[in-house]
């Protein structure tokens, strides 16, 4: 079967797909989800491995998607996820495709809150792990155990230090910014990743936190976290982001990169190549859609691999031009961020 491109209406090609493998989490982040959990999902609702390789292979074999981010709650809470890791890793993007990847292999990255990563980064990447996103907000043990209800912050540090250890072709690190609870430490952290040689990407906070208490005000700009970094330790803007959602600058004394996601003050919607999978099998087009489309029951009826890719078309047909955060007409989605996946 000879690949075509999957595009919206608005002429955007998709070629990531983003996979949530489970609702559940070790940590309770206060922008995220209340100190008691959620109501997490059945097993009997949660895909198995089977299912999202096969969902996986369609967007890859039919449609040239060339990026798989697993995501969660989070991801390594999930039994034998180097299993999954490891089928993933066997899909090549068609030679015949118009990805930049024809003919290669999948990019295939993890985000993680990195508590569990000195126990499996290894299985990771010889599964065929590439690169792996460690979220990171803080680097004082007290705010940490505040913003994640969890006094971790030790074995994630050391997480980090076993991924950078492990050989993978990217490590990054994801810090959310919140003003009034970690923007104090936006240099520190930005000096941690020229100390460890990994890229730090700032993302603005978004409205998908489960207790709703989000406000704009809360919300510090890409220009404000820049202009704050470049006042210590000067930056050139590197030009041309692509699809990819951080907009990077260059440290002019050579110590790296540093990265904003300005989801809010500057969106990138025009540029997304982006769809998600969420661990029950719902199939969204964009992180803040307010409608899925039910791939898990075509999954599990007998349908073919033609009716499945059907519906995924059907549903990138109806893709918007892009979320409506500060507009009037704005709705928040009913999932929150860990029942959706970054
Ligand atoms: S908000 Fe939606 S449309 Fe915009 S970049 Fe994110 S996923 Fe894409």
Known sequence: MTARDLVDPFGRTIRDLRISVTDRCNFRCTYCMPAEGMVWLPKSEILSFEEIERVARLFVERYGVDGIRLTGGEPTVRAHLPVLVAKL???????????PLAGQPIDL???????TLVNCVDELRDAGLGRINISLDTLDREKFERMTRRDELERVLAG?????AAGLSSVKINAVV??????????????????????????EFMPLDAEGHWVNDKVVSQD????????????????????????????LDGRGTVGVIPSVTKPFCGDCDRVRLTADGQ????????????????????????????????????????????????????????QIGG
């Open 224 to 251: 404000e976290i820049v202009a704050r970094i470049a006042a210590v330790h000067p930056l050139e803007s590197v030009p041309a982001r692509g699809a990819a959602p951080a907009d990077r600058w260059r440290y």
């Open 109 to 115: 990255a993890l985000t993680t809150n990195g508590a």
């Open 89 to 99: 890793a066997t899909l090549v993007v068609p030679a015949d495709s118009a990805s």
């Open 283 to 338: 199939f969204r087009t964009c992180l803040f859609a307010t409608t899925e489309f039910d791939l898990r029951t075509r999954l599990r009826d007998g349908s073919s691999d033609d009716v499945v890719a059907a519906e995924i078309e059907r549903a990138v047909g109806t893709k918007w031009a892009g979320h409506q955060i500060n507009q009037v007409n704005f709705i928040r989605p009913k999932r929150t961020m860990s």
């Open 178 to 203: 919140e003003r009034g609870a970690n923007d104090d430490e936006i240099l520190d952290l930005a000096e941690f990743g020229r100390a460890k040689g990994v890229e730090v990407r700032f993302i």
């Open 160 to 164: 980090i230090d076993a991924a950078c």
